[in-house]
C-alpha cells in the first residue's frame, strides 16, 4: 500500500518560513514508488479545503493567488518526495495542510492512485 506523509509544519511568526515536505512510500520493500504530479491543499477552522498550490507532470507549477510570489512547490529528483516552500507567511495561512499526489508504483506490473496525506498543521501567530 502506498502510503503519503507530510511533515515540516510548526508554530512560526509572521514573515517567517517554512519548508513541508510530502514522501511516498510503499511497505512492498519491492515495490519503486514515484510521484507524477501532486499539489498542496489547506483548511482552516471553519473554511472549506482549499488549493494552494500544484505541480504539474511537466514541471509547471500553479498557485492560489493568495500564495503567488510568496510560496513555491517543487518535487526532489528521485520523485519522492514534494515539497511546499513557505516565506513572508501570515497569520491567514494557518491551517492544515495536505498533499494529494498522483503516484506511481512498479512492482512485477505498474499501476497508479492518487493519494492523500494526513496532514501538517501550520499555525502563524504572533
Known amino acids: 500500500q502506498v502510503q503519503l506523509v507530510e511533515s515540516g509544519g510548526g508554530l512560526v511568526q509572521p514573515g517567517d518560513s517554512l519548508r513541508l515536505s510530502c514522501t511516498a512510500s510503499?511497505?512492498?520493500?519491492?515495490?519503486?514508488?514515484?510521484?507524477?504530479?501532486f499539489s498542496w491543499y489547506r483548511e482552516a477552522p471553519g473554511k472549506q479545503r482549499e488549493l494552494v498550490a500544484t505541480f504539474e507532470s511537466d514541471g509547471s507549477a500553479h498557485y492560489a493567488a493568495s500564495v503567488q510570489d510568496r510560496f513555491t512547490i517543487s518535487r526532489d529528483a528521485n520523485r519522492k518526495t514534494g515539497y511546499l516552500d513557505m516565506n513572508m507567511l501570515k497569520p491567514e495561512d494557518t491551517a492544515v495542510y495536505y498533499c494529494n499526489a498522483r503516484v506511481r508504483v512498479v512492482t512485477s506490473a505498474v499501476g497508479a492512485g492518487d493519494f492523500w496525506g494526513q496532514g501538517t498543521q501550520v499555525t502563524v501567530s504572533s
Open positions: 510503499n511497505k512492498n520493500p519491492g515495490a519503486t514508488v514515484s510521484i507524477q504530479y
